[in-house]
């Protein structure tokens, strides 16, 4: 039988060439994210090679959040496979000189809405003693850099929570894992310097960046591994990134 997943942030980068890879790969999907018109195209695109229910909702909303997922219907609700993937940065500046609103987005989305959705997911899992969970960390969640601050204080939280779930999940049959990326060529520089794409380029000037399929087919691999392996945690680099900051560019 199909295995489940649901991917939230499956409307762009990551999330989005995860869902492709995994419908490829028959695994049913929930697609979630909050722009409409994306989750159905992606249901479109993938809707005759697996089955995919779209739940369009702000992690940032508990309430939203949690009765999304609750009230999935009864041929949804058996999920296998969750991958906690919904995430930005917002801003880049000095802690100094931090926006307290975009301090309260990456909180909020970055940590609470991780918890929120996990809280939904997991007594299920718990109640069928199995299931697998990929938590999408960062580099910025291993070490901390200059004007990361708040969204560095974010991942490290994803990462906190990843060694959490792997302990008090533990003994009941469920797979607990992070992936942590470099630099990946998606909307994130885009998100965080808010739609100002000079500035978002040239975050990959002069190097070749990861793209979103290259984290897609880790994802998988980590899934797809006998019942017995779990993978914990990986990071995951482009060959001329060697740190948050250090970053080899031909010029
Ligand atoms: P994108 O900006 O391309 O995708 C972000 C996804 O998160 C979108 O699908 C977006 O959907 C979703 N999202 C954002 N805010 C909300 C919200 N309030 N409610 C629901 N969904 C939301 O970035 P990436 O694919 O790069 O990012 C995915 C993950 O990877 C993030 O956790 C990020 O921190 C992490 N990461 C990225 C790296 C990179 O260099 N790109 C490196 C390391 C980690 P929508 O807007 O439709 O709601
Ligand atoms: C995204 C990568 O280096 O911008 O998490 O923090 S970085």
């Known amino acids: 039988m199909n295995k489940l ?14 869902a492709r890879l995994f419908a490829k790969n028959n695994i049913n999907l929930i697609l979630c994210g909050r ?35 609750e009230n999935l219907p009864e041929n949804v609700r058996a999920i296998d496979i969750l991958v906690n993937n919904a995430g930005n940065a917002h801003g880049l500046s ?3 000189d931090g926006d307290i609103d975009d301090w309260e987005a990456m909180i909020d989305i970055n940590v609470k809405g991780l918890l929120y959705v996990s809280k939904a997911v997991v007594p299920g899992m718990i109640e069928r003693q199995s299931g697998h969970i990929i938590n999408i960390g960062s580099i910025a ?33 469920i797979r607990v894992g992070a992936v ?6 998606t909307e994130f520089s885009s998100v965080r310097f808010k739609g100002d794409q000079e500035k ?9 960046p990861l793209v979103a399929e290259d984290i897609a087919d880790i994802i998988l691999f980590a899934v797809t591994r006998p ?7 990986m990071s995951v680099f482009p060959t001329a990134q060697a740190g948050a900051t250090i970053v080899h560019r031909d010029s």
């Open 35 to 69: 722009r409409k018109e994306r989750l159905e195209a992606l249901q479109s695109e993938l809707g005759n090679k697996v089955a995919i229910h779209t739940l369009c909702f702000d992690i940032r909303d508990r309430k939203a959040t949690s009765e999304a997922i």
């Open 227 to 233: 019942p017995h392996v779990n993978i914990w945690d």
């Open 200 to 208: 978002a380029n040239q975050v990959y000037q002069n190097m070749q």
């Open 141 to 173: 969640g291993k070490e901390v850099y200059p004007n990361g601050n708040v969204y560095c204080a974010s991942k490290f939280a994803v990462d906190a929570l990843n060694k959490s779930m792997l302990i008090d999940l533990n003994g009941h049959g």
């Open 5 to 18: 997943a649901l991917i939230t942030g499956a409307t762009s980068g990551i999330g989005k060439a995860t």
């Open 180 to 185: 942590n990326p470099g630099l990946v060529d």
């Open 94 to 96: 000095k802690f100094q």
